[in-house]
């Protein structure tokens, strides 16, 4: 039996309310659906990208999709647009032009991952894996405009180093 759900994180719901109502919103590297599950009981349809499905729920407004999102294989929702891309925990730099580029006008990227300095707290510790000082606002500038971002340490849920950002893509 699966465990009790992990609450969505706290930079995800503070902002969720940037996502155009019934937008669809793409939650990647879905883990076992706790923002997935957070924005389908707000209403919207959600298509979570996971390479192991096992852990999400079946439910309704749920879409689940199993992607090797590092493998070689092509991007699994080609042509498909979204009114908000949910990322957190999760950097594979060669995925992340797609992931921009996935998001309609207006859409709203709701990103948080660790970042240098995370390595004297545990995992990730390869410097492939934590996000460069000021990476998510250069990756966004000229694009999008930033409604929020940190780049911080935060002890809830653990000690970490996080990198997050709140911005809409301009039309």
């Known amino acids: 039996m699966l465990g009790p759900m992990p609450s969505p994180s706290s930079w995800v719901t503070a902002w969720a309310g940037l996502v155009p109502a019934s937008a669809p919103v793409l939650d990647v590297a879905a883990g076992s ?3 997935a599950i957070f ?5 919207h349809r959600v298509t979570a990208l996971e390479r192991d499905t096992s852990r999400l729920p079946q439910r309704e ?3 689940i999709v199993a ?3 590092e493998g070689e294989a092509p991007w699994p929702l080609p042509g498909r647009r979204f009114g908000a891309v949910i990322v957190t ?3 594979h730099r060669p995925l992340i032009p797609t992931l921009l580029d996935s998001l309609s006008a207006g859409g709203v990227l709701i990103y948080e991952t660790f970042m240098q300095g995370n390595e004297r707290f545990g ?3 390869n410097p492939d894996f934590l996000l460069k000082d000021g990476e998510l606002l250069e ?5 999008f405009s ?3 971002y940190e780049a911080r340490m935060i002890s809830e849920p653990r000690m970490a180093m996080v990198q997050r950002i709140a911005a809409r893509k301009i039309a």
């Open 123 to 125: 995992k990730p510790d």
């Open 39 to 43: 924005f389908a009981e707000r209403g």
């Open 89 to 91: 925990n999760y950097l």
């Open 139 to 143: 990756l966004v500038r000229g694009r």
């Open 33 to 35: 659906g706790r923002h």
């Open 61 to 63: 407004g749920l879409e």
């Open 146 to 148: 930033v409604t929020a």
């Open 67 to 69: 992607a090797d999102l």
